[in-house]
């Protein structure tokens, strides 16, 4: 659908549905009938509200864990209005948790997304994701792969807001010689100030802050343009990186028009964020803890031994398993302080061996 600067009416508002149904529609025809493949619609959000677009909906993609679809709104009501028309029609509902819609008066988590949908959704499971940290993540391996090796690289990143300030603490956490950049530079200095007084306290390596793009791109192995839509990245600011450097516009129209027709000129590849492995990863996540929380989150006694599993925190002596409904392998004994006992006792050892006898446990 077609984006505008007006606020959408009625009949524009019902052929947004109709399309999401439609899109929803068309990936349960392609799904496997043994219900191995989950589908999805996701609802994000942008927070360039005051434009008043229209909603639009995202394409369809398909892998062997999932079928997915979605839209992107601009209102509380847009978001509510699909969730509850696709309630039941998709396996999982996910929705953007980051809160960029205006404050509305009344609501629980004003322009929080979650909260509105999450009363419309009885049937589907409700999933929520923050965009952000998909992006993150996604650029983050996206790099590594690319890079094969992200210590000692030295990474630009050319808007230090929400993502580029995540992406600097990410990478130089890896081991990576980050130098960021942006246009206000008082909270620039502030922000990698403050990233090296929360890194690991061994990280070797620190954010260093630059208020010219070009030295900050001088010699870099990737450029990440994480700006808010403005186009600080020149050819100039390329051309000086690395011959084989990687040039990510990470956060949509970080790159100039100038440089883009220059970097095609030269062969020189420009990338965008591809958040699909990031988006997989984080709904099997959902689902795996899902699936512990109902099955495997326990304590439970057993022929007078007390048994814990899937995350519950051990009393002192308590056996830790993979699952008490159907112990398989026994991870040690706890000791009442959030660890396993390091020193076993004799007696401890022999319980080990006898419990290993019986559930046929080839693991400690």
């Known amino acids: 659908m077609n984006m505008s600067n007006t606020k959408p009416?009625?009949?524009?508002?019902?052929?947004?549905?109709?399309?999401?149904?439609e899109n929803v529609r068309y990936i349960n025809a392609k799904k496997a009938p043994d219900g191995s493949i989950k589908t999805v619609f996701t609802i994000g959000c942008t927070k360039n509200y005051k434009n008043n677009h229209l909603p639009y909906t995202t394409p369809s993609?398909?892998?062997?864990y999932f079928c997915i679809t979605g839209c992107v709104v601009f209102s509380r009501e847009q978001a509510i209005s699909a969730a509850a028309m696709l309630d039941g029609m998709v396996d999982i509902i996910a929705v953007d948790a980051e809160k960029k819609l205006p404050a509305v008066s009344g609501a629980i988590e004003s322009g929080n997304l979650v909260s509105d949908c999450a009363g419309v959704i009885k049937k589907s499971k409700l999933v929520e994701f923050k965009a952000n940290d998909l992006t993150v993540d996604a650029v983050w391996a996206f790099v590594s792969n690319k890079l094969n090796i992200l210590s000692g690289r030295k990474i630009a990143i050319i808007g230090a807001g929400n993502i580029g300030s995540k992406l600097a603490l990410k990478l130089v956490e890896s081991g990576s010689r980050v130098v960021i950049s942006r246009r206000d530079h008082r909270k620039g200095r502030v922000i990698s100030y403050a990233l090296n007084l929360v890194k690991p306290e061994l990280t070797a390596t620190a954010v260093r802050y630059s208020d010219d793009v070009l030295k900050s791109c001088i010699g870099a192995d990737a450029i990440l343009g994480c700006t808010d839509g403005y186009p600080a990245i020149e050819w100039k600011h390329i051309r000086s990186s690395k011959k084989d450097s990687l040039v990510i516009d990470v956060g949509k129209g970080s790159i100039s028009k100038d440089a883009i027709k220059r970097a095609g000129v030269a062969k020189k590849s420009i990338y965008r964020t591809d958040i699909s492995a990031a988006l997989d990863a984080h709904l099997i996540m959902f689902m795996r803890n899902d699936e512990i929380i109902r099955t495997q989150l326990n304590r439970k006694s057993i022929r007078g031994l007390n048994f814990v599993s899937g995350g519950m925190y051990g009393r002192k002596g308590d056996i830790v398993v993979d699952n008490v409904n159907n112990p398989k392998v026994i991870f040690g004994i706890a000791n009442g302080e959030g660890d396993f006992v390091r020193?076993?006792?004799?007696?401890?050892?022999?319980?080990?061996?006898?419990?290993?006898?019986?559930?046929?446990?080839?693991?400690?």
């Open 9 to 21: 009416d009625k009949s524009q508002i019902e052929s947004f549905l109709k399309q999401c149904r």
């Open 61 to 64: 993609r398909f892998n062997k």
């Open 343 to 364: 020193r076993l006792s004799k007696k401890q050892i022999s319980l080990i061996k006898k419990l290993k006898d019986r559930y046929g446990n080839k693991r400690t």
